[in-house]
């Protein structure tokens, strides 16, 4: 069984890499959820480079089949779902599985994954007495931003205000 549901369209499943009421499960649970200090988001970045990598590639491929088959059956891309991609292409199970087990990987690891567009990971912390999600974005090389729950990644802010501000090309 696949961590999304069958029946949700794909492109939600591209775009955020698992399903709406999970996304609102995770957002509400923030606090139930392990706390990090930056030192331990940051440990996590080399393996979270490759399995984001991998995310990205799969993604690219997956949304790929998904409009070529929107195409050829004259439909939208939101109206294509999970089972309707599978069915008409049962090799693409290989690659939602490996997806799957990635997935996996990063929340085991604690994090939550919040956009595979720009490979996006949040990690729970306590800044000034307040619960907020440490934010590193695919190609950063270190946990340098925060943002609220509620802010996403609109509302990042740097850990350190007076550190100077890199910019990574995606």
């Known amino acids: ?9 794909f492109l939600l499943f591209t775009a955020v890499f698992c399903y709406l009421g999970r996304k609102v499960r995770i957002q509400e649970g ?6 990090f200090t930056v030192d331990e988001a940051n440990a996590l970045i080399p393996r979270l480079e490759i ?6 590639r799969n993604g690219l491929a997956l949304r790929a089949a998904l409009e070529k088959l929107a195409r050829e059956t004259d ?25 799957d087990t990635l997935l ?6 604690g994090g939550q994954l919040k956009g595979l567009d720009l490979g996006l990971v949040d990690f729970p912390t306590v800044i000034e007495g307040d619960v907020v999600l ?4 695919y190609g950063e090389k270190e946990v340098s931003y925060y943002h609220s729950c509620e802010a996403g990644f609109a509302g ?6 007076q550190a100077p501000q890199r910019t990574y090309l995606q």
């Open 1 to 9: 069984m696949h961590r999304f549901a069958a029946d949700v369209p």
């Open 30 to 35: 923030v606090v139930k959820e392990r706390l």
């Open 51 to 56: 399995v984001i990598g991998k995310l990205q």
């Open 75 to 99: 439909r939208a891309p939101a109206d294509v779902t999970t089972d309707d991609l599978l069915r008409s292409r049962p090799q693409l199970n290989t690659v939602v599985e490996e997806c």
């Open 104 to 109: 996996g990987e990063v929340e085991s690891y």
């Open 134 to 137: 440490l934010c590193w974005q």
């Open 156 to 161: 990042r802010k740097p850990l350190d205000p």
